[in-house]
């Protein structure tokens, strides 16, 4: 049995409702530390789903994406500095104003929770991005949304595995960088940009998040395990 709950994983509970989403957190109590909510489990179990995920030792993080004008962004923000919150995520395409509302709600509120821009989305590849921004280069914009995150004081950015090298480029060291897009083993989804949890690790991500993968396994722990001899290998390879 593992237990080592100071690994980077960070696990995407996208589960279809409440009951899949404890039963499945349950076994990984001591395993796993960071758990990742979205839209669905959000929408289903609001508020109340955070205080029970965080009662059981997670640390929770609320992956909405928030993109409005910023006077409604802080407010949200302000709303969800309450809730005990690891991090929550705002989209960088709402701009630098909106991430600097949100920064200014979550210090007034006198909150820790950390604050992170979502660059370009990992399952957009460039063709998919012309038609989102036509005549407009994909690593451009997640160049200049890098910037914009780091000039907004916001925490850290969720980009692509490849993007890293990038990112540390543009911001050095000064954002935490959060990496979806990362496959353990082949399979074929709308993830485009991804890349293992090794290489993820091996460029610098600061955490990996996984949902899938981990979700839809017929032995959860022993896929946790894997990556975590895969996150492993990857701060082996960093040394070199
Ligand atoms: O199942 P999978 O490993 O693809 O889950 C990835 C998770 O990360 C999903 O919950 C998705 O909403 C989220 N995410 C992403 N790409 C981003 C930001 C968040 O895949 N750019």
Redesign the pocket.
């Known amino acids: 049995m593992i237990e080592n709950r100071n690994h980077p994983l960070i696990l ?1 509970l ?1 589960t279809h409702d409440l009951q899949e989403a404890r039963e499945f957190l349950a076994p990984l109590r001591s395993v796993l530390r960071y758990v ?1 909510v ?1 839209p669905r489990l959000w929408t289903l179990g609001g508020a109340p789903l955070v205080s029970e995920i965080r009662d059981q030792g997670f640390d929770v993080f609320l ?1 909405l ?1 928030l993109h409005d004008i910023p006077n409604t962004v802080a407010a949200a923000v302000d709303a969800m500095s309450d809730l005990g919150l690891w991090a929550l ?1 705002l989209h960088s395409g709402g701009g630098k104003t909106m991430l600097e509302a949100a920064v200014s709600a979550r210090d007034d509120a006198e909150s820790e929770m950390v604050l992170l821009g ?6 957009l590849d460039q063709p998919a991005w012309d038609r989102v921004c036509p005549g407009c280069s994909l690593n451009e914009a997640i160049k200049s949304r890098t910037e914009l995150c780091a000039e907004s004081g916001m925490d850290g950015l ?3 595995p490849l993007d890293l090298a990038m990112v540390r480029q543009v911001a050095g060291e000064s954002l935490i960088t959060v990496v ?4 353990p083993w082949k399979v074929s ?3 485009k940009r991804s890349a293992t949890p090794a290489e993820a690790i091996c460029s610098g991500a600061d955490y990996i ?7 839809q396994a017929e032995d959860p722990l022993s896929a946790v395990s894997s990556i975590f001899e895969q996150i492993e290998e990857g701060f082996r390879c960093r040394k070199k």
């Open positions: 995407a996208d990742k979205g992956d994406k995520t979502v660059s370009v989305l990992t399952s969720v980009c692509s979806p897009g990362v496959r989804d709308d993830q998040v996984v949902g899938r993968p981990i979700i």
